[in-house]
């Protein structure tokens, strides 16, 4: 996926520290139920090199013509218990989007979200769902994305 530009493609494993700098930049602008981004980012290391080499985790990553990376996307799969609409309980979840500000209002997160719409689509997902913020709200939305009744509860509370 290319245009003048950028270009989108799949990340590998020498692309984990990008997706991490930018999913901590991408929680210091929307996060504020505490915890402690540092924290995240040690683990993350681990956790995205475990996942991408089980095939569980796939990220995409936005590069300028330079190869300077400005974006990413993310994709993880988790199960539920079987429900009529979806049998087998597997679902995508969808995360990790975030564009470095002089790159933002040109159309990369939506190829991003595309890609990785996808990328699902054809491993055989039914359903994908994430949680947006008030900036990615009008991308999804536009997409198709419509809100759902899921609640939370922090048991260390």
Sequence with gaps: MENALYTIRKAELDDISVLIEFRAKMFALVWTEGGNLDEM????NSYFRDKM??????????????GEPVACSALSYYHLTPKPSNIEGRYGY????????????????????KATLEFAKASGLRYVKLHASEFG?????????????????????
């Design 41 to 44: 980012s040690s683990f993350s």
């Design 53 to 66: 080499n089980e095939q569980k985790f796939h990220a995409w990553i936005a590069e300028t013509e330079s």
């Design 94 to 113: 969808i995360s990790s989007m975030y564009t470095e500000d002089e790159h933002r209002r040109k159309g990369l997160a939506r190829r991003l979200l």
């Design 137 to 157: 709200r009008p991308l999804y939305e536009s997409e198709g994305f419509k809100a759902w009744n899921e609640m939370s509860l922090d048991l260390e509370d």
